[in-house]
């Protein structure tokens, strides 16, 4: 491994928006570290994959802050230049139905608010000088339904996605002076396997270009975010929905 070699953290990455991130950084020739609470897949397809894969459960939130030790250990040199907060859950009621207010019960609220958006000030806060190392950059993955009603997106997740906007800029602002930028990305109907049954018909109402992105779409843009040639944006949440968001 070349000493320059850069290395991303990503949460995430079994599927979708993470495994094509993944993919992207990879052949950029990043070394990539992933965080998931299932084990390696051999159905991910890169280098040192199973090797650098960090298997926990980032709903438990005691259990992110003593692997904070473990993840440092695998940084060359305390250095990591990317954390990419992918990771996030949507639970949904029977028969893949929209869970509101009423429907959503305690237990289920703790869950989503510690994966989508706890474990992202965890990470960032015990991961921090390494990031100070190498003015590094934190990209948080929000969504549309964090400014909308979404007609699939349940209210914990929508909530959660909101405050990982606030959570964002509130980052790029303490962690702006270290060098660290801090920025999110807000995907809309992205073409993965967890669509919900309707979709395509919201997609011809509701997005201008007409139709789903493409999780290499979405990689792209988070590759631009952590690449040097964004080294001046920080606290962004860039919309990457077809113009859904207008």
């Known amino acids: 491994m070349l000493n320059d070699q850069k290395t991303l953290l990503l949460?995430?990455?079994?599927r979708g928006i993470g495994?094509?991130?993944?993919?992207?950084?990879?052949?950029?020739?990043w070394r990539v570290l992933t965080v998931s609470r299932q084990p390696f897949s051999v159905d991910c397809p890169w280098d040192g994959g199973e090797m650098n894969h960090i298997q926990l459960d980032l709903s438990r939130i005691e259990d992110v802050q003593k692997a904070i030790p473990d993840l440092l250990a695998r940084l060359p040199g305390g250095r990591l230049d990317a954390l990419?907060?992918?990771?996030?859950?949507?639970?949904?009621?029977?028969?893949?139905?929209?869970?509101?207010?009423l429907d959503?019960?305690?237990?289920?609220?703790?869950q989503v608010l510690n994966v989508n958006l706890l474990s992202v000030a965890v990470l960032g806060r015990g991961l921090i000088n390494a990031l100070k190392a190498t003015e590094g950059t934190i990209l948080n993955v929000t969504s549309i339904a964090g400014t909308r009603v979404h007609p699939?997106?349940?209210?914990a997740y929508?909530?959660?996605k909101a405050a990982l906007a606030g959570l964002t800029r509130e980052m790029a602002s303490e962690f702006g002076p270290f060098g660290v930028r801090v920025n999110a990305i807000a995907p809309g109907e992205?073409?993965?396997?967890i669509l919900s049954p309707g979709t395509?018909?919201?997609?011809?109402?509701?997005v201008p270009m007409g139709r789903l992105g493409a999780p290499e779409e979405v990689a792209a843009m988070i590759f631009f975010l952590c690449s040097r040639k964004a080294s001046y944006v920080n606290g962004a949440e860039i919309h990457i929905n077809g113009g859904q968001h207008v």
């Open 11 to 14: 949460t995430g990455a079994s």
């Open 19 to 29: 495994h094509a991130t993944v993919r992207y950084f990879s052949a950029a020739g």
């Open 84 to 101: 990419v907060n992918n990771a996030g859950i949507s639970p949904k009621g029977p028969e893949g139905a929209r869970l509101g207010v």
């Open 104 to 110: 959503t019960d305690i237990e289920t609220w703790n």
């Open 152 to 155: 699939f997106a349940g209210s």
């Open 158 to 160: 929508a909530v959660s």
């Open 190 to 193: 992205i073409d993965t396997a």
């Open 200 to 206: 395509a018909e919201m997609v011809k109402r509701e």
